[in-house]
């Protein structure tokens, strides 16, 4: 077995470790300072060289060290080396954000004059960034309606430079078809970029299907323990050079504490995807069958309009569950996020704590009843995002919630 | 609740001052009090903080206690429970335990008066026949360490009871996913969080457990008075492990059982010492003590010299050599030489620690990649040979 960073060791056998292996080993040296078992924190700002000739030598051979912290640490590298081989990618860079992840890759591939064209479908902060900041430096943004390719390649000028999809979507978990998304890109001559935040290396990896960058809020399942913001992308190196030197003159990158927590996050990678994943179909299934429940979206129901498509490209489907109230306001859906009692109201997912709220009042509340509807977001829609936390549990707490709607 | 969502939730209410969905780390030593002689619910840190309370409020529901305490280390811990003790007064303890511990009873509570008396706790008329009218603790761990020997908590505490003595069950190796000993009658679980509780290899820490106000208050006397208190991150740290406790535990106890079938029919393994295995002596006690699984730790011998044995342990190349257990990383050791080297050569072959015997603490890799690196590692000792 063989590691990105074990780059000296035996290559006995063409089977690829497992991902929970990948997840606890990959990236980090056997032998770590200090013989310590676990990656020491290393909170330097900066790191030494031992004569001039040593800085010499790390500038015109391009070493791989730490020089100054904006421009990389020895943590981040491992981080980074472990983010991308359980991406099945040649390289990661990690950001503060998820946020700042997607600005670093715009920043640096998107010039005055280009054009990038989205599935609608979006994360509304990656959506407000190329509307009112990437248009100020002359970049044009257009939006198509999600898993409408045509529409997309419709889209395509001269000027494009990259096609964007998050898939799964949110809050709609619409799947892209990564191969016809990736085929459409290389036709075209255009980038591809996923944000995989929702379906993780775990339920699908879109460097496989040849998609070019892929990019993640790591605050999410990637920490796991809602105690870390990160953000990361993933591609291959030739790609990723500019991205990566434009983050070190930007400099939105990570503490070294927060690093380790996401290093740490990721030992239990696995175990904690396969818990979400069997919550996320459990209550996914229970709300399809309440009668107090309009709409389930969830991909891994057959009901859900790209069920076939996640099928093809996804292990598993994840912890966020959306649905619609049925014959609900505003408040009588806010009320039944009011009830839960093991959900928590608050943004973000991907924590081992359930997390629930209600689109509208939480990340939408700003917009016009048009925009709304032109985004999809319903005033009785209900974003769950379930954690690792017994599903009898999660679905009891949810039964409960759910069983004032019927009294009124 | 079940077990995972009160490991999630039970001690991690959300901050009411901001609302922070993980509470905060508190790293205060003292804190502002109300007024002069009129005392908060904090006051200086070596008698409470917020950030410990909240461990001590989720390791107790996950041990069925109603209270717990928080140590600088399994051994302070264990240590704090022993102090409950005076001159005079006598402790049976179990055989099969570990090393530390021995050290501990052998070498420090001796100079205090206080006496011990080894037996072996699986057979319990021997464990029986070492109380005495002095005995004032019982001291056991199952599974024990490193023979995986399985003792019946049940029946212990109805001797030690019996005697007017405590029982106190060193939990470190079940961990309370898998076993409960406050439910079966013990007094006070101890655990190393070291291990599986905080998992990750990152933090030291030690636990009591009770279901005891009275008990409680003693054990905090002692710790308030000596101090061997938790640390503000090592706390945060294990209490971000537990929860994902069950989910570790049941996944390398998953792994631990099919490595323990491959090696029983490995050529060169003469014996394998696994609970969940059917020719486990304790398998049936293992059975209804432990809950659905039988723990990731397990011993196995191999048919060869010290040297040979040693060599073994150093050829793995994902299993890595080092005491300790219970994190997410496989780790292996030759007790003879490392974890049980403070016995004495006889002492080991008494206790059945022989050179061939190699411990495995089984971690969250792939259980095929494990055992391919097991393979490995023996057959580059069998080409050297």
């Given amino acids: 077995m063989s590691f990105p960073s074990d780059r000296s060791g035996p290559r006995s056998e063409q089977r690829l470790p497992g991902p929970s292996t990948l997840a606890v080993h990959a990236g980090e040296d056997r032998h770590k300072l200090g013989h310590a078992i676990t990656d020491p924190v290393i909170c330097a700002s900066t790191f030494t060289f031992k004569d001039s000739q040593a800085v010499i030598d790390y500038i015109e051979q391009d070493q791989e060290r730490g020089e100054y912290g904006r421009y990389g640490t020895p943590g981040e590298m491992v981080v980074e080396r472990k983010l991308a081989a359980m991406e099945g990618g040649e390289e990661a860079i990690l950001y503060s954000s998820g946020m700042a992840a997607i600005v670093g890759l715009f920043m640096s591939k998107l010039n005055s004059g280009d054009e990038v064209v989205f599935f609608d479908e979006c994360y509304h902060r990656s959506r407000e960034f190329c509307a009112k900041h990437l248009s100020r430096f002359g970049v044009v943004t ?93 591609g291959q190196s030739e790609k990723l050079a500019d991205v990566r030197t434009l983050r070190g003159i930007m400099g939105a990158v990570n503490s070294a504490h927060n690093l380790y927590l996401l290093q740490r996050g990721l030992k239990t990678f696995e175990l904690r995807m396969l818990r979400h994943n069997a919550n996320g179909q459990a209550v996914a299934e229970f709300l399809e069958n309440h009668p107090a429940v309009e709409r389930v979206y969830y991909p891994g129901l057959a009901s859900h309009p790209y069920h076939e498509v996640a099928r093809r490209t996804m292990r598993g489907y994840g912890g966020l569950v959306t649905f619609l109230i049925k014959n609900a306001d505003w408040r009588v859906t806010a009320d039944v996020v009011d009830r839960s009692r093991i959900a928590r109201i608050a943004p973000s997912l991907g924590g081992v704590e359930t997390l629930i709220e209600q689109p509208l009042v939480m990340s939408y509340y700003q917009c016009t009843v048009e925009e709304r509807k032109r985004f999809g977001i319903p005033d009785n829609m209900i974003r769950l995002a379930c954690g690792i936390e017994n599903e009898e549990d999660i679905i009891a707490d949810l039964e409960q919630a759910l069983a004032g709607v019927q009294r009124t | 609740m079940h077990f995972r969502t009160r490991a999630v939730h039970v001690g991690n209410e959300k901050d009411p001052a901001t609302g922070a969905v993980v509470p905060p780390i508190h790293v205060a030593s003292t804190f502002v009090q109300p007024g002069a002689g009129e005392w908060g619910e904090f006051d200086y840190a070596r008698s409470g903080s917020p950030t410990r309370k909240a461990l001590e409020t989720t390791v107790a529901s996950l041990e069925a206690g109603s209270h717990a305490l928080a140590y600088a280390s399994g051994m302070s811990a264990t240590h704090g429970a022993m102090m409950l003790l005076n001159a005079g007064d006598h402790i049976v303890a179990g055989s099969d335990i570990y090393g530390g511990t021995y050290r501990l009873l052998h070498k420090i509570l001796n100079r205090n008066g206080v006496s011990v008396s080894l037996a072996k706790s699986v057979d319990l008329q021997a464990f029986e026949a070492a109380f005495n009218d002095k005995t004032r603790l019982a001291w056991i761990e199952s599974p024990g360490n490193p023979l995986m020997t399985i003792t019946d908590i049940a029946a212990c505490a109805e001797i030690a009871h019996r005697h007017g003595a405590l029982l106190a069950v060193d939990n470190t190796f079940a961990t309370p996913v898998l076993t409960r000993p406050l439910e079966l009658g013990a007094d006070i679980v101890m655990h190393s969080a070291t291990k599986y509780l905080g998992g990750h290899s990152d933090a030291l820490g030690g636990m009591l457990v009770v279901a005891d106000q009275e008990l409680h208050d003693a054990l905090y006397f002692v710790q308030n008075s000596t101090g061997a208190v938790m640390g503000s991150f090592a706390t945060f740290l294990i209490a971000r492990g537990l929860k994902t406790l069950e989910l570790r535990v049941r996944e390398q106890s998953r792994s631990a059982l099919f490595l323990a079938h491959q090696l029983s029919q490995h050529p060169r393994v003469s014996r394998v010492l696994y609970p969940g295995l059917e020719s486990h002596p304790g398998h049936d006690l293992a059975g209804r003590q432990m809950d659905g699984a039988f723990g990731a730790m397990m011993s196995f011998e191999l048919s060869g010299n010290y040297e040979e044995t040693q060599r073994v342990a150093e050829s793995t190349r994902l299993f890595q050599l080092a005491v300790s257990l219970g994190a997410v990383e496989s780790l292996i050791e030759q007790p003879a030489s490392m974890s049980h080297a403070s016995y004495d050569a006889a002492d080991r072959q008494t206790h059945g620690i022989v050179d061939g015997l190699i411990r495995l603490s089984v971690g969250l890799e792939h259980p095929d990649d494990l055992w391919e690196d097991l393979q490995q590692a023996i057959a580059a000792e069998d080409k050297l040979a």
């Fill in chain 1, 142 to 234: 257009r939006q198509v309606k999600a898993c409408d390719y045509e529409a997309m390649e419709a889209a395509i000028t001269p000027q494009t430079r990259l096609v964007v999809s998050e898939s799964p979507t949110n809050p709609h978990l619409s799947v892209v078809d990564l191969e016809r998304f990736a085929d459409l890109g290389r036709r075209h001559g255009v980038d591809t970029l996923i944000d995989a935040t929702l379906a993780t290396p775990y339920n699908a990896r879109p460097i496989e299907f040849g998609i070019d960058f892929v990019l993640h809020s790591a605050t999410k399942y990637m920490g796991g323990h809602n105690d870390l913001l990160a953000g990361v992308i993933v």
